[in-house]
């Protein structure tokens, strides 16, 4: 059935009102440094001048960009600074990858938190960007399939052997069942050396997992020749 001509306007009406009532309680700001945006931008010009695209290469995990410049701040925001709204906008453009790589999968799982570390912060950054993932690509999301076994140090704090051997077996999944001969999607918000990430694979894969595909935002190391910006 059709929709007449008539409900079609008063729907598109009724959405630009709800629109601009929206950007007049919550004004759209750059991710990274808070000054005004268009609502359909996640970056201010001077900030999106500094995201750098990856180039993405077999055996790495898939990411946006590389760590650095307005990425690296937004992330850190996201992530230390008590901003769970900053997962829409950086939600935004995991979904951008995610349509240009389409990867294909059965399941959207997160690296997770320890449970002490998700009480503490209050939200689990990966599980956000996970969301949107899911969301695009129209696959469930098992948002607590994996489980953390250890408080282990932050990452960022410790050097590259350190950061392998202090998450080595720290990574459980909580049903093998729901895994079981199923593509996964695993996501994180950042890859520095990959290590956490492998840990979370190798533990999907001992559960039975068919495949594992890494997806982060941001990684560490080279940008793309093209160097586009966000």
């Given at each position: 059935?059709?929709?007449?001509?008539?409900?079609?306007?008063?729907?598109?009406?009724?959405?630009?009102?709800?629109?601009?009532?929206?950007?007049?309680l919550s004004p759209p700001a750059c991710a990274?440094?808070?000054?005004?945006?268009?609502?359909?931008?996640?970056?201010?010009?001077?900030?999106?001048?500094?995201?750098?695209?990856?180039?993405?290469?077999?055996?790495?995990?898939?990411?946006?960009?590389?760590?650095g410049g307005a990425i690296a701040a937004a992330l850190r925001r996201f992530k230390y600074g008590e901003r769970p709204d900053l997962g829409r906008p950086l939600g935004h453009l995991l979904r951008g990858l995610v349509r240009e790589d389409a990867p294909v999968v059965d399941l959207v799982i997160p690296v997770p938190l320890h449970p002490r570390r998700l009480a503490e912060r209050g939200y689990n950054q990966a599980a956000l960007?996970?969301?949107?993932?899911?969301?695009?690509?129209?696959?469930?999301?098992?948002?607590?399939?994996?489980?953390?076994?250890?408080?282990?140090?932050?990452?960022?704090?410790?050097?590259?052997?350190?950061?392998?051997?202090?998450?080595?077996?720290?990574?459980?999944?909580?049903?093998?069942?729901a895994v079981q001969g199923r593509r996964v999607l695993l996501v994180d918000d950042v890859a520095t050396t990959g290590s956490t990430l492998s840990a979370c694979r190798d533990a999907l894969v001992e559960a039975g997992a068919r495949d594992v595909i890494a997806l982060c935002l941001a990684r560490a190391g080279e940008p793309s020749p093209a160097n586009p910006a966000a």
């Open positions: 059935m059709s929709l007449s001509r008539p409900f079609v306007l008063a729907f598109l009406a009724a959405r630009a009102i709800a629109r601009a009532l929206l950007d007049t990274a440094c808070d000054a005004p945006v268009r609502r359909d931008r996640v970056f201010c010009p001077p900030c999106a001048a500094t995201v750098l695209r990856t180039a993405n290469t077999p055996g790495e995990p898939l990411a946006f960009a590389t760590f960007l996970a969301h949107a993932a899911s969301d695009e690509l129209g696959v469930p999301l098992a948002a607590r399939a994996l489980v953390r076994l250890r408080d282990t140090p932050q990452q960022a704090t410790l050097g590259r052997v350190e950061r392998l051997a202090n998450v080595t077996r720290a990574f459980v999944v909580r049903s093998p069942r």
